[in-house]
């Protein structure tokens, strides 16, 4: 059996999804009439969501078409302010993170006897002390263990709240 270009066998049924009709260029009038076709009509911008071929923008909805002309500049949807606020809200979301992600991996290479000499374990622990000095001891327990995770994990929680929350609600103007 042979294949054509498009995958399919020659000798397959006609099938007008993978192979559509050519829809070419309109023709000219026939008959030697010379006439010229008719200038493009202007249609106004309308102020209902009709179709309007002067403002054609494609992905616009109501089937491509809009009665915005593509000029005017658009603000992001839930955000009156514009890009200045999404970055905002960017650095305070990912500054969170970062500082609940120190703070985490402290306790984790606490829980598993990190030699406390090594240089990298030496830097996330002075991190996540200047993290969390305002919390030290709050927790006071019997087992170090604990209190490690306690006094730890708990600025963690907070940065991570009070973070997305400011973010989530400059995202929002």
Partial sequence: MSYSNDGMPQNAPYDPSRNPPY?????????????PLPAARAYAPRND????????????P???????????????????????????????????????????LWILLYLL????????VDFVH?????LAGWSQDIFTMDTEALRVFFNYALPAV????????????LRRL
Avoid: C, K
Wanted: no cysteine; net charge neutral.
């Fill in 158 to 169: 907070i940065y991570l709240a009070v973070g997305h929350g400011a973010a989530a609600w």
């Fill in 113 to 120: 006897d990190a030699n406390q000499a090594s240089v990298f």
């Fill in 23 to 35: 829809r070419g260029a309109p023709h000219a009038p026939r008959g030697g009439d010379t006439a």
């Fill in 49 to 60: 969501n009709s179709p309007s071929p002067a403002h054609h923008e494609p992905g616009a």
């Fill in 62 to 104: 109501y089937g491509g078409f809009s009665n915005v002309p593509s000029h005017t500049p658009r603000i992001p949807a839930g955000n009156r302010r514009g890009v200045g606020a999404d970055r905002l809200a960017l650095i305070i979301h990912s500054l969170a993170d970062i500082a609940a992600v120190f703070l985490g």
């Fill in 126 to 130: 002075g991190m996540a002390d200047w």
